[in-house]
């Protein structure tokens, strides 16, 4: 695996899946959250972003599927371009449709059976499909991550009843079922055990394959294992963005070295 950035050479901007030009977004006014974030993503990586807490993480990830337009208080402002095409000019339905998300904690609709779960991205888009449509999605979704043949035979039953670990692929389906091209993870085995956790990292490595993955997580050994890439964000700035290899052995900016060999603050 080497510098996955270079891997095409002087990349245009078509080549990219995800491309943040001066992203900010603020809750209060006068003070940034994230600060005029700039990066391109290419697809087929995984990107991890790390940073202490606070520094703006999650709302960089909430902000390239649109979520912060929910709270009428919140203001983002830059370019965010998912396959070249502006975000807020898209359908935000789209936009959540091809950019999912995973959150922290395994989060399954309470009220709804498994097979539900999996199809809860069209049922709540009003998405009509054929009983045998359901069926091969159901079953190639719940393959797709791994849980097929655990859940198989109750697939009628509440998602709810499945273990941490299981509900957390239970989510992953249910993004992945909506055709996705991009995943956004944030921080999505801090809730589980080791064994869990191992199982998602090994899912998320075989996802790359097929999907964009960026990935928020405190977790550093992780990042190292599974992201090409890596930025350090720090109050609200991206303050680098590199080949993770370059950047765990080389950081450029003595923040980044001082945050991962655990000395920050
Ligand atoms: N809904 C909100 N309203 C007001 N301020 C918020 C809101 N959500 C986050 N913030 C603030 O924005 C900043 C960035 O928060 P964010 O949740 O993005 O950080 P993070 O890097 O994800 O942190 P963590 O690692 O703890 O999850 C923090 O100062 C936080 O207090
Ligand atoms: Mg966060």
């Not at 790390?50 to 929910?70: D, W």
């Not at 999505?188 to 869990?196: E, F, G, K, V, W």
């Amino acid at each position: 695996m080497e510098n996955t950035i270079d891997i095409i050479e002087n990349p245009s901007s078509q080549d990219y899946i995800l491309q943040l030009k001066d992203v900010s977004v603020s809750y209060t006014p006068g003070k940034n959250a994230v600060n005029e974030v700039s990066a391109d993503i290419l697809p087929n990586t995984v990107t991890a972003i790390m940073g202490p807490s606070g520094c703006g993480k999650s709302t960089l990830l909430r902000a390239i599927n649109r979520l912060h337009e929910l709270y009428p208080s919140i203001t983002t402002t830059g370019e965010i371009l998912l396959k070249g095409q502006n975000i807020f000019e898209m359908n935000p339905m789209k936009v959540r449709r091809l950019a999912g998300m995973v959150f922290q904690r395994p989060n399954p609709f309470p009220t709804m059976s498994i097979g539900e779960n999996v199809l809860s991205g069209y049922m709540l888009n009003n998405i009509k499909l054929s009983k045998s449509e359901k069926e091969e999605l159901v079953e190639s979704s719940l393959q797709r991550v791994g849980l097929w043949s655990e859940v198989k035979d109750a697939i009628g039953k509440k998602g709810t009843f499945l273990s941490g670990g299981q509900q957390q692929r239970l989510c992953i389906a249910r993004t992945i079922a909506l055709r996705p091209e991009l995943l956004l993870m944030d921080e999505p085995t801090s809730a589980l055990d080791p064994i869990s956790t191992n199982r998602i990292e090994e899912l998320i490595l075989e996802l790359k394959e097929q999907y964009t993955i960026v990935i928020v997580t405190h977790n550093m050994s992780q990042a190292a294992r599974l992201s090409d890439n890596s930025m350090f964000m720090y109050l609200g700035e991206l303050i680098e963005y590199d080949n993770t290899k370059q950047m765990f052995t080389k950081p450029k900016d003595k923040r980044t070295e001082d945050y991962l060999t655990g000395q920050f603050g």
